[in-house]
């Protein structure tokens, strides 16, 4: 009886001390290779392959400072540890990126050259990150990289998404852009105003954005891109000579036009130019997957260098009903490159503005479609050896981009739009990521499948396995 209880026990000290010495293999092996793996739904802690593939390419120095104290952390604690690890994966993804954690009570000189050169006001907040380039110095402050509710009675946050990785790789990206870029805004015949949200969006996307009135005063020197909008009367002659200067000296423009009731011959001078004409006929959709709501048109996406990103990340664009029908100029000169970007359905067709008709239902009258509701133009002419390029951008709506109408989407209008400046001055597209949605805010669907296989698996599963287990272990200690 001692030699059995003596070879249990010895067999029994032995396994505890190989299970001690594997423990420790185990560890020291998992700290050679630091392998961790990002559990959460949304991947709060991992880079999105948008981010990974842009920093790839980079190829300029980038160094991100986390400004925190040591041992803080944000009044969220999830914040810091989400920060902090993308950090981490930034400085994996890139040899070009630098990481740094700076203390604001003994690094306070550098904390205010920060502010200083990043044009920041009052000092810099507690886990921002700074985003240094040859360019200069960008501040995320933390209130930048979350979207959050507050309960104004209880004071209780909650976060409804987190930012982080968006907003460090935009601003990455438009650091290794350059200058900002200035686009002005064409007024002086009537032109309507645009939405404050759009101009902030074209602004957080380095842009700056102006307005000149162009009946009353010259294009300014420093304009790289003109938003030429539909006016509500026609153009003066000096008004059309000043945009027609601008874009035969290698100028770039996006318009945004639409039906006019008045006659414009000035503006389709400047149209002629490029090969295009605003005719009076209004298209009218008919396909059911190109229409939203019955009074709106979900264009099919042609490819393009400014569509590329947008068709990958399934970005769907979207404009009101009757836009009016841009034609193409069956003479044109040869120098011009003319490229669809949205395109109608085959079902569409166009009718014009004089029909008298009863309803919306196709007529003999009618022009058959499909029809380009958004172009791209290339001009490219050679003077004395030298290529001189134009670049230019129309859509047939001038509402599209109204905040209203581009929530519908998803910001696809606003994106298409941003594209659309990156290739005019044939710069990278625009990089998109999205936010990702804390754990828990995602409403978790089980369907009655799911139900009752969970339900047999705790009211029988679970007690069988406990019951096997129980008598495996009852009948080796009765032959023991």
């Not at 999830?78 to 902090?84: A, E, G």
């Not at 581009?406 to 659309?420: C, H, M, P, R, T």
């Not at 754990?439 to 705790?458: H, Y």
Request: proline residues 5%; negative net charge.
């Amino acid at each position: 009886m001692l030699d059995k209880r003596f070879r249990y026990g010895t067999f029994s000290t032995v396994m505890m001390l190989l299970a001690i010495v594997l423990f420790v293999l185990v560890n020291l092996v998992a700290g050679e290779f630091n392998y961790t793996r990002d559990l959460t739904a949304e991947q709060l802690f991992t880079l999105s392959e948008q981010s990974r593939d842009f920093l790839a390419e980079l190829d300029e120095d980038v160094t991100l400072t986390l400004i925190a104290g040591a041992g803080k952390e944000f009044v969220i604690a999830d914040v810091s540890r989400i920060t902090r690890q993308l950090l981490e994966e930034y400085a994996d993804a890139s040899p070009r990126i630098r990481i740094e954690t700076r203390d604001p009570m003994l690094n306070p000189a550098l904390i205010h050259r920060f502010a200083a050169e990043a044009g920041v006001e009052g000092g810099i907040p507690d886990f921002s990150v700074v985003v240094e380039s040859g360019t200069g110095v960008r501040v995320i402050e933390p209130q930048e990289m979350i979207d959050y509710e507050q309960n104004w009675f209880t004071g209780a946050v909650n976060i409804t998404g987190y930012n982080i990785e968006r907003e460090i790789t935009r601003t990455i990206h438009r650091a290794v852009q350059g200058a900002d870029a200035i686009i002005y805004y064409v007024t002086g015949s009537g032109e309507a105003s645009l939405a404050p949200e759009f101009i902030t969006f074209l602004e957080n996307e380095n842009y700056v954005f102006r307005e000149v009135n162009l009946v009353l005063y010259e294009i300014p020197d420093d304009a790289d891109i003109l938003f030429i909008p539909m006016p509500q009367r026609d153009w003066t002659e000096i008004k059309a000579q000043r945009i027609s200067d601008f874009l035969q000296n290698e100028g770039r423009a996006f318009f945004a036009l639409d039906y006019a009731d008045a006659l414009t011959p000035n503006l389709a001078g400047v149209l002629d130019a490029y090969g295009l004409a605003l005719s009076d006929n209004l298209i009218i959709e008919e396909s059911p997957q190109n229409i939203f709501a019955q009074y709106f048109i979900i264009p099919n996406v042609a490819q393009h260098e400014i569509t590329e990103n947008l068709r990958a990340q399934n970005f769907a664009n979207i404009m009101t009903f009757f836009p009016v029908e841009m034609q193409i100029n069956g003479v044109r000169r040869t120098t011009l490159d003319i490229a669809p970007l949205w395109i109608t359905s085959q079902s569409a067709f166009a009718r014009s503005i004089d029909t008298e008709a009863e309803s919306l239902a196709r007529i003999p009258s009618d022009i058959a479609g499909p029809f380009p509701l958004a172009l791209a133009v290339t001009d490219r002419i050679f003077t004395q050896g030298e290529e001189f390029i134009t670049r230019l951008v129309f859509v047939n709506s001038t509402n599209f981009i109204s905040p209203q109408l581009n929530a519908y989407i998803g910001e696809g209008n606003w994106q298409f739009v941003l594209n659309s400046m990156r290739w005019l001055q044939d710069t990278p597209t625009s990089i998109y990521i999205p936010g990702k949605t804390p754990p828990g805010q995602m409403p978790l669907l089980i369907t009655d499948g799911a139900t009752r296989v969970i339900g047999g698996v705790a009211m029988g599963g679970l007690p069988l396995i406990c019951i096997a287990i129980g008598a495996v272990i009852w009948l080796r200690r009765r032959n023991a």
